[in-house]
Structures are given as C-alpha cells and as structure tokens.
C-alpha cells in the first residue's frame, strides 16, 4: 500500500491556505499569530515530503532548524503582544491603529 | 552533501573565516557584561558613554580584521563565501552599525542600554552572515536573526505605545512573509534537491518556467520584498519607521536595507537566474523578471505618491525608502555585474543619507526632550540648530538626487546600468524612475523649505545638541559630499572587488 | 493500512486547522493547533523522520504551545468581538486564501507523476544521520541560531520586563 507524495504536499497546501485565511480573517493578535504558526508547520510537512522524495537528509535539517526560529518568534512575538496589552488593554487588531496605515 | 559529511572540514579555517563576525558577537556580549555588572548605579550619561565606546571599538576591530587577516574562500556547501565584495558589503554595515550606537548616544527612551546596544551588535553579526552565504538554510537562519533583532528595536520604547504597534505591525507581516519565503525554498528544494544558490542554479538551467518553478519565484520575492519594503509588501514600513524609537528607525532604514538588498541580488542572481534557462546566465531573461519589473514600478508610483501627502517626516521618509527600493530593483533587473556594482553603491549612499536623516531627528528630539515628527515641527531649525540644517539639508538632497552629491551618482550609475547590457530593464521603467525621481523632488523640498523658510514657534531658543551626535552627523554628511564628489573612491572599490575592469 | 493512516491525520490535521480558522475564542484556536501539531508528528513518523517527529512534539506541541497558552491566560483573552474590520477581512480573505489553495492544489497535483510514491518503512533516517550532518557540515548554522536564540531572551526581557 502506498501513498504519493503529491498528496502530502496537497495536505501541505490546504494547512498553508487556511493559516492565510485565519491571518487575514482573525482579528485576535494571538489568533494571528497562531495562523503564522501554522503556515510554517505547513511548509515543515512540505520539507519533510520533500526530503523523503529526494532522499537528501538536508530538507529534515531544515525543519529542524524552522522549529528552532519558530520558537525564538514565539518569545519575542508574545513579548511585543504583552507590551501592547499593557499600553491598550486590548488584543483586537483593529483597536491597535494609533497610526494610519 | 550526502550525510557521511566530507573529511576535509577545517574547523580552524571556519574559525579564522567567522573570526569578525565572533569579535562583534563578543563585543555585544562584553556591552552587555559591562552594562548590567558594573554601571547599575551609574548614571545614563556615562552609560551610554560607555557602551557607546565599547561597540565603536568592537566595529573598528572587526573592520581591521576585515582588512588585515582578509580570510578569502567558501565553507561548507556555500555556506559561507568570503570575497574581497562581501568584505565591501560587510564593512559598510559595520561602519553603519557604529554610526547607529553613535547616534543614539544621549538618547533617553530606553535605559536598557546594554540590551539596545548588545541587540544591534547581534543583529550587525547576523547581517554579516547574511551578506556571506550561497546557502538557503543559513540564509534564512541569519535573516530571521536580523528580523527578530530588528522587532526588538521597532519595540524598544516601552514608554511609548506608537513603538510597540510598529513593532507588532512589522512582526506579523515579517512572520507571515518568512512564512511564504520558506514555502518558496521548500518548492525550490523540491525541484532541485538542494540548498545551495548554486545548485539550484545549474538545476533550474535549461528547465522550461513551470508553474511549481514560478509560483516558487513569486514566494521567495515575497519574502525579499518585505525585507526590503518594497510594494505591495511595504505596509509594515510606514508604521515601524514612525513608530520605532529614532536611532532604531535609523538601523532599520540603513543597515538593514544594505543587507537585504545584498543578499536578494545575491538569490536572484546567482541562485535563480537560470529561471528560464536559455544558457548562460548573462545572455537570458531571468523567469522572475517580469515579477521584479511589476513590484519596481509600483514600488516607484506608489512609494512616491504617498510621500507626497505625509505630514510626518518618518512617514514620509518610509514611503520615499519604498520609491527607492523600486530603483534600487532596477539594479537587479540588469542582471549584470554592473548593475550590482550599481546596486551596491545607490544602498550604502542610501543609507547614509537615510542614517543621517534620522539622526538628525533623534538628535532633536534629544535636545528638545520632544518628539519631532511633524514637518512643521521642523519649521525655522536653521535659525536654531544651524549645523543641523545643513546636514539634514545634505542628507535630502542627496536622497532626491541633486547632483554633486551622492544620490546622483547612485542614479545616474543605476539607470545607466539597467539600460546597458543585452539584459536591459525595459526602456518605460527607467523613464518612469526618472520622472519619479523629479516628483520626489518635490516632497523633500517641502521639509528643507520648512527647515529654512518656515517660522519657528514664538522664543525657540538655540538648541544644546550633543556634541558627539552632531560630530557623527557632520561625518556622514561629509561621507555624503565626498562619495558624491569622487564617487570612482567607492565604486572603483566595489569595481575592483569584482573583478570589473 | 498506511493509506488509512495517513488519510485519518491528514483528516484530522485539516480539522484542527480549519477549528483554528472559525473558533473566536484564542485557546480554543491554540488547543485545535496543538491538534494540528501532533497528527503532524504522525505523518512526520509515516514519511520516515522519526527524530522529528519526536522534536515536533517535544518543541512545537510541547514547549511553545504551551507558552501561548501561558499568554492566553495570562492576559485572560476574550472572545473576539465584531469589529468593522472584520467584514472587509472576510471579504478579502476567503477568496484570497481559496485562489492561493486552488494554484498550489493544482501545481502539486499536476507535479505527480514526477513524484514518488511513499511506502511505511521505506526511507526511514536514523538520528545519527541527522545529527552527523547537523554537528559536522552544518556547525556554522547551528552556531548561528545560538545568537539567534539569545536575541530572543534578550529581546522578551527587555520588552516584558514592567518598567519601574
């Protein structure tokens, strides 16, 4: 039994569109933040898909290394969003407009 | 690379080739030490004397390093590459990184002295990485570097809540775009099996545009034209310049800007050139061009359209930063050696114009112990602060291009570049930066009629400006003067350094 | 079997995702991520990498969700209300992101034939692999996500720190 690859990279596909669509749609700062997670989780499963098709261990690496600055962009994303709560009281993206856009 | 790894690794060699990247680490670290150790007690003034030192030193040491153990050669699958250009490159942002620590000398809107200082010593090594690599994975590791440090700084001003929604605005756009240039390189790796520019360059040769290849280019430009605010990624710039503390706007409007030019040319040049492989990279139409072409010409309408309308200087110095970024795509669009010599010298005359611009607003704000952000603010400053009208008149001139300074010859050089050559950009592109350039005339002589013309507000006194601010702002605006006068002084560097006859 | 498998996470991935997408409350979102992860780790073990699969938990379910969570409670964050923002979002976003998910379905699914099939077992990579790869030819970047991970320290205490 076997499974094509083209339909790991087409799960990849949907999870980065609908992480587009929640970035766009979600007015929760957290929430958007979360989208952003996710399309990097997407393109995680793309490399992985990848590397198992090259048989390179170089895409694997990678993703490794994704992780690693997605955690770093975690600390500091949730560090910027708790200075913003402090000075607003808020999380809705909208209410965050001080300056035009 | 195969995962038995090669036996012929030199570490030593990594060694002596990262040794100015590991002297910046380690000045960050030592004005950090310093900083949170030794001068709790001290008062800001010495503070920021002191760190401002110990960062200055760390930059002059690296460049001497730079210049006196000159490590040329390739590490590790092009991971890291050191030539006598990326020294060029590298030296620049660390003559801009000092300038920076110089300039927010006396500033009061943090007393995280060691942490800001330390941030942008990081940020300088990550960039230095970032101008040395062929190598996607690195790359991306040293870009994320820069972006993070450079959100850090966007937030800096606790104090103020303009600071942390540029900061926030600038960090879900910068995610959401690392998110797209990273689905850019995995289709990349898909189709070729590699990281390495270069391999993906011989792969990518004589392959018709498909769409998996198109869709990749269109990803990774994405994820560049953010780093480099250029349209329709430039929303986050606006806000983050006028929201981030002065000197930080300054880092993010020069230093910044340096690098992610250097490295995006590096990418479509030497990593995707071969798009639409027809041979050599030097006699084919890149695949990408068209994409470049649309984003370079909106970037010049829009950028400076909407600079026409802004009533706050930094606004107005972010949207003339994206019509400039459309020109400065001009220089990649050649696709020749001459238009990257180009490209490299309109950046770093750039962003001295753009570092002295905010320097010269963060030295007002300093000796106002009041935000400037207003063009009318700025009305009568040459009855006030004289030397400092000059300079920021310098500083203008040369971004709107007037000829013997050094925004001229960046122009001149760039567009005669992108009309050179069997690749050149089309004809209407360049007319089109011309006419935009005369446009962008206008704004900027707005600000310097307002500097000069413009009635203070009733008993304004004499301002007390720093002495070492104003000092670093009469240098850059004579390296300004002087790179516009003899311009052969840099680009015969950049010229040499490429091996251009 | 292994069609079974990947078809039940694949499912069970794009119904985390889209529970992320319409939940309104930010720990729901976060809890349906988590969701998301996890199967992910499944599908990593199914394509052979086994050590990232175990990171994927680790790291991703494990550590930095929980630290959104953490967030989540520690500002006590609402449901989200309407806002005029919201409408013109929805009116962007959807067609947006559903041209977005039709160019690359398509690509993917047209790129097939050059494609390989996968079998369960088949390529599987040791962690020794990984890890001679990562510690010897690739020292240079993981030394450079040390300063990376130290900016970030930096930077969170400098910005979360309460002034005095």
């Known amino acids: 039994m076997t499974v094509p690859l083209a339909y790991y990279l087409v799960l990849s596909a949907v999870l980065f569109s609908i992480g587009v669509a929640a970035f766009l749609i979600r007015r929760n700062i957290i929430t958007v933040f979360l989208a952003i997670e996710l399309m990097l989780n997407a393109v995680n499963l793309a490399f992985v898909t990848f590397a198992h098709q090259w048989r390179i261990v170089n895409g694997q690496i990678f993703v490794f290394f994704v992780m690693v600055v997605a955690a770093a962009e975690a600390a500091v994303g949730l560090a910027i969003i708790i200075t913003i709560f402090r000075a607003r009281n808020t999380l809705n993206i909208d209410q965050v407009d001080l300056m035009k856009l | 690379m195969t995962a038995a790894g090669y036996p012929g690794v030199s570490y030593l060699r990594l060694l002596l080739m990262t040794l100015p990247q590991i002297a910046i680490a380690a000045t960050a670290f030592l004005a950090l030490t310093v900083d949170l150790a030794t001068l709790r007690k001290a008062s800001l003034r010495t503070r920021w004397r002191v760190g401002t030192l110990i960062a200055c030193a760390g930059c002059a040491g690296a460049i001497l390093l730079l210049f006196l153990y000159p490590q040329y050669g390739s590490f590790g699958d092009g991971m890291l590459i050191a030539n006598p250009l990326t020294r060029v490159v590298q030296t620049a942002l660390l003559v801009l990184a000092a300038f920076t620590a110089l300039l927010s000398f006396d500033a009061v809107f943090t007393s995280h002295i060691g942490e800001y200082l330390a941030v942008i010593l990081f940020a300088t090594t990550g960039m230095m990485f970032l101008v040395a690599s062929q190598n996607f994975l690195l790359i991306f590791i040293s870009l994320e570097l820069l972006s993070l440090s450079l959100y850090i700084l966007a937030a800096f001003n606790k104090s103020s809540r303009q600071s942390a929604e540029g900061a926030l605005k600038y960090f879900l756009f910068g995610g959401m775009s690392a998110a797209f240039l990273l689905f850019g390189i995995s289709l990349l790796y898909g189709l070729t099996g590699s990281i390495n520019l270069v391999e993906i360059n011989r792969a990518i040769q004589g392959r018709p545009l498909t769409p998996m290849l198109a869709v990749a280019l269109v990803m990774t430009v994405t994820g560049f034209g953010f780093k480099v605010a250029a349209v329709p990624f430039h929303l986050w710039a606006p806000d983050a310049y006028q929201g981030a503390p002065t000197p930080s706007g300054a880092f993010i409007a020069s230093s910044s800007k340096v690098a992610s030019f250097f490295v995006f040319a590096q990418v479509m040049l030497v990593g995707l050139a071969a798009g639409q492989g027809s041979g050599a990279w030097h006699n084919s139409k890149a695949g990408w061009a068209p994409v470049i072409v649309a984003v370079a010409a909106l970037s010049m309408i829009l950028g400076n359209l909407a600079a026409i309308v802004q009533t706050s200087v930094r606004r107005l110095l972010a949207y003339s930063a994206v019509g400039h970024a459309g020109y400065m795509l001009l220089g990649i669009l050649a696709q020749s050696a001459w238009g990257v010599r180009a490209l490299i010298y309109y950046v770093i005359t750039y962003a001295l114009a753009a570092i002295g611009a905010f320097g010269v607003l963060a030295a007002l704000e300093a000796g106002d112990n009041v935000g400037v952000d207003e063009i009318p603010d700025l009305a009568g400053l040459s009855r006030r602060a004289p030397v400092l009208s000059f300079c920021m008149l310098i500083f203008f001139l040369s971004l709107a291009g007037i000829p013997p300074l050094a925004g001229f010859f960046g122009k001149f050089y760039l567009f005669s570049a992108a009309l050179a050559g069997e690749n050149s950009g089309p004809l209407w592109l360049v007319v089109l930066a011309i006419a935009m350039s005369a446009i962008s005339l206008y704004y900027y002589l707005r600000v310097v009629k307002q500097i000069y013309v413009g009635e203070p507000a009733a008993a304004a006194p004499p301002m007390k400006i720093s002495r070492t601010v104003t000092a670093t702002l009469c240098v850059i605006a004579l390296l300004v003067v002087v790179l516009g006068c003899a311009p052969n002084l840099l680009v015969g560097w950049i010229g040499s350094a490429m091996h251009l006859p | ?164």
């Not at chain 3, 969701?35 to 990498?49: I, R």
């Not at chain 3, 050059?114 to 510690?135: C, I, K, N, P």
């Open chain 3, 1 to 164: 079997m292994y069609l079974a498998l990947f078809i039940f996470f694949a499912v069970l991935c794009v119904a985390g995702a889209l529970n992320l997408l319409l939940q309104r409350h930010p720990i729901n979102s976060a809890l349906s991520l988590i969701v998301v992860m996890t199967s992910l780790a499944v599908l990593y073990l199914l394509l052979g990498a086994q050590f990232l699969a175990a990171v994927q938990v680790i790291v991703y379910s494990g550590a930095i969700m929980v630290l959104f969570t953490f967030v989540i409670m520690l500002l006590n964050a609402g449901r989200e209300e309407h806002t005029r923002g919201s409408r013109a979002a929805f009116l962007v976003g959807f067609p947006g992101a559903a041209v977005l998910l039709a160019l690359l379905v398509q690509i993917f699914l047209s790129a097939r034939g050059h494609l390989a099939q996968a079998r369960l077992g088949e390529y599987v990579t040791a962690t020794h692999t990984l890890s001679s790869v990562l510690f010897r030819d690739l020292l240079l970047p993981f030394e450079v996500t040390s300063v990376l991970i130290l900016i970030a320290i930096l930077g969170a205490v400098a910005l979360a720190r309460k002034e005095p």
